[in-house]
């Protein structure tokens, strides 16, 4: 099995290799002399390192279905975050279309990184998608990987910290139904109310609409809380190492 990597705009396969003892079958990257873990195809992962002359390499992303399948996203140069794979997106997103989701939906993608599933919503048919994202450096990428796709006129780009703003919903416009939520590993490992994440979802909250979806993706050995205010966890999923949770906003009690 090989994986897509990208390196100075060219484009590179790397085998995937099971890796047995004290790793537990866990991805190790060697990049820019730090090293990352990351999901690859369920248990199974990748290995590299630094002196097979790799340092440096990212996993390239792309979208996979719908007016914009199989466009390349760019990505910053930096270092390896955590990019979410071809298997698990397209696993996501069909757990989505059983909620008649992206088509025709007011998404957020909050912690949005370089755009992937905002970008890939649209690409599905999603009406509308505001990009939430504070890294200036990772804000100019995602402006490119808009601009590629052709998708300026369907979306915004807000420069804010998630946790203090939400998804920001401008006065007299409409409340999104679906709302991506991707923050950092070590910032989602409380899941108390009166946590980050927490606090998060209370301002979601006043910016969804009844009925709306939010997908929180977390480390898979975090488990969000049954309900935060008017939001109900309803599905929970787990793809190797990282876990999505899907929570619905109570419908509007009848008078």
Request: charge should be positive; charged fraction near 20%; aromatic fraction near 10%.
């Given at each position: 099995?090989?994986?897509?990597?990208?390196?100075?705009?060219?484009?590179?396969?790397?085998?995937?290799?099971?890796?047995?003892?004290?790793?537990?079958?866990?991805?190790?990257?060697?990049?820019?002399?730090?090293q990352?873990?990351?999901?690859?195809?369920g248990?199974?992962?990748?290995?590299?390192?630094?002196?097979?002359?790799?340092?440096?390499?990212?996993?390239?992303?792309?979208?996979?279905?719908?007016?914009?399948k199989?466009?390349?996203?760019?990505?910053?140069?930096?270092?390896?975050?955590?990019?979410?794979?071809?298997?698990?997106?397209?696993?996501?997103f069909?757990?989505?279309?059983?909620?008649?989701?992206?088509?025709?939906?007011?998404?957020?993608?909050?912690?949005s990184?370089?755009?992937?599933?905002?970008?890939?919503?649209?690409?599905?048919?999603?009406?509308?998608v505001?990009?939430v994202?504070?890294?200036?450096?990772?804000?100019?990428?995602?402006?490119?990987?808009?601009?590629?796709?052709g998708?300026?006129?369907?979306?915004?780009?807000?420069?804010?910290?998630?946790?203090?703003?939400?998804?920001?919903?401008?006065?007299?416009?409409?409340?999104?139904?679906?709302?991506?939520?991707?923050?950092?590993?070590?910032?989602?490992?409380?899941?108390?109310?009166?946590?980050?994440?927490?606090?998060?979802?209370?301002?979601?909250?006043?910016?969804?609409?009844?009925?709306?979806i939010?997908?929180?993706?977390?480390?898979?050995?975090?488990?969000l809380?049954?309900?935060?205010?008017?939001?109900?966890?309803?599905?929970?999923?787990?793809?190797?190492?990282?876990?999505v949770?899907i929570?619905?906003?109570?419908?509007?009690?009848?008078?």
């Amino acid at each position: 099995m090989s994986v897509l990597l990208e390196k100075n705009n060219r484009i590179f396969f790397i085998r995937v290799f099971f890796i047995f003892g004290m790793l537990k079958n866990r991805l190790c990257v060697q990049c820019q002399q730090k090293q990352y873990l990351a999901p690859i195809y369920g248990k199974t992962y990748l290995f590299f390192l630094a002196q097979n002359g790799l340092s440096g390499y990212i996993i390239a992303m792309r979208i996979i279905a719908g007016s914009k399948k199989g466009m390349k996203l760019l990505s910053p140069k930096t270092q390896i975050s955590r990019p979410i794979t071809d298997r698990v997106k397209e696993s996501l997103f069909s757990v989505l279309y059983k909620y008649d989701l992206p088509e025709g939906a007011i998404v957020a993608d909050v912690f949005s990184g370089v755009g992937s599933l905002g970008l890939e919503a649209l690409s599905r048919g999603a009406e509308f998608v505001t990009f939430v994202e504070k890294d200036p450096k990772v804000i100019a990428v995602l402006k490119q990987n808009i601009e590629k796709a052709g998708f300026v006129e369907e979306s915004k780009i807000i420069r804010a910290n998630a946790f203090n703003f939400g998804a920001v919903v401008d006065s007299g416009v409409e409340k999104y139904g679906l709302v991506f939520v991707d923050p950092p590993y070590a910032a989602s490992m409380n899941v108390q109310p009166d946590s980050p994440l927490g606090g998060l979802l209370d301002i979601l909250d006043e910016q969804v609409t009844a009925g709306g979806i939010v997908v929180v993706r977390t480390s898979g050995d975090v488990i969000l809380l049954e309900g935060y205010g008017q939001f109900q966890i309803v599905e929970r999923r787990q793809w190797g190492t990282m876990a999505v949770s899907i929570l619905t906003k109570k419908e509007c009690e009848s008078a």
